[in-house]
């Protein structure tokens, strides 16, 4: 039986690279949390949101995935905010530590910044606080970058012997 050619990895489409724009759209924008742009810049970027019923575990505190995806926003759209205008982004890995349980009501803030930025990969650090200061969690994440000057990499070829 012949297998049939699994298509080319998916690339992903450009940023927007305005975060004012970027602000008002996304997966971080569906849970309700926002990217400031007055707390952003150039290889930072600041996501802020308040805690609500939604976000909560069966244990009654903010579920990791709420973590995981305000800190991979902030982190990513740093990484954003330092390509070019041919280049595109996505994260290839992504390490979160939970270091303490946020409740209802409060006010979580997420700061994202670029460490290193190569040819091809960036890597970024975050970090999570609430409203008094404490960082509730913490995370190290790595993002490829593709520049549309680029060929695709498509499957590699079955090579016989």
Do not use: C, K
């Not at 575990?57 to 973590?67: A, E, K, L, R, S």
């Not at 800190?71 to 041919?86: F, H, K, P, Q, R």
């Not at 349980?101 to 990969?121: D, K, Q, S, W």
């Amino acid at each position: 039986m012949r297998r049939r050619a699994a298509p080319p990895d998916p690339r992903p489409t450009r940023p927007v690279p305005d975060l004012l724009a970027a602000a008002r759209r996304g997966f971080h924008h569906e849970v309700g949390f926002r990217i400031d742009p007055r707390r952003s810049g150039a290889g930072f970027v600041t996501v802020t949101g308040r805690v609500e019923r939604r976000h909560l575990n069966i244990n009654g505190v903010v579920h990791g995935g709420v973590y995981a995806t305000i800190l991979d926003t902030s982190m990513g759209a740093a990484v954003v905010s330092v390509l070019n205008e041919t280049e595109t982004t996505a994260t290839t890995s992504l390490y979160v530590e939970f270091l303490r349980a946020a409740r209802e009501g409060e006010t979580l803030t997420a700061r994202g910044e670029v460490l290193r930025r190569g040819r091809h990969i960036a890597f970024a650090e975050g970090n999570l606080y609430g409203s008094d200061g404490r960082r509730f969690s913490q995370a190290r994440g790595t993002w490829y970058i593709w520049s549309q000057d680029e060929p695709a990499a498509g499957p590699r070829p079955r090579g016989r012997g």
